[in-house]
Nanobody, 115 residues
Framework: QVQLVESGGGLVQPGGSLRLSCAAS?????????MRWYRQAPGKERELVAG????????NYADSVKGRFTISRDNSKNTVYLQMNSLKPEDTAVYYC???????WGQGTQVTVSS
């Protein structure tokens, strides 16, 4: 079955960095699919953070993370990454990996930005 497994979350101080990973399995032609990162903070709706096309040619970001976050992928490893720099307390959320075409979601990884 399709699995998206996120990792790399944790507790970090404001201004710090984290790199999230999403390892995909259970389907072929990973490089054919756009992949996305979403996040959901307590009491808020889930929001799109970043997306990347199958070959990595195009990326898009939420305005709130532009210039601080970078999405990338390694199709040889069936993995998508989210490099998060200059983290702020408002970035605190559970971060989810998503394959939009089929509505696949991972279980999420918690990111907490606090001093």
């Amino acid at each position: 079955q399709v699995q998206l497994v996120e990792s790399g979350g944790g507790l970090v101080q404001p201004g710090g960095s984290l790199r999230l990973s999403c390892a995909a399995s259970g389907f072929t032609f990973f490089s054919s699919y756009t992949m996305r990162w979403y996040r959901q903070a307590p009491g808020k709706e889930r929001e799109l953070v970043a997306g990347i096309t199958g070959g990595g040619e195009y990326t898009n970001y939420a305005d709130s993370v532009k210039g601080r976050f970078t999405i990338s992928r390694d199709n040889s490893k069936n993995t998508v990454y989210l490099q998060m720099n200059s983290l702020k307390p408002e970035d605190t959320a559970v971060y989810y990996c998503n394959r939009p075409r089929f509505g696949d979601w991972g279980q999420g990884t918690q990111v907490t930005v606090s001093s």
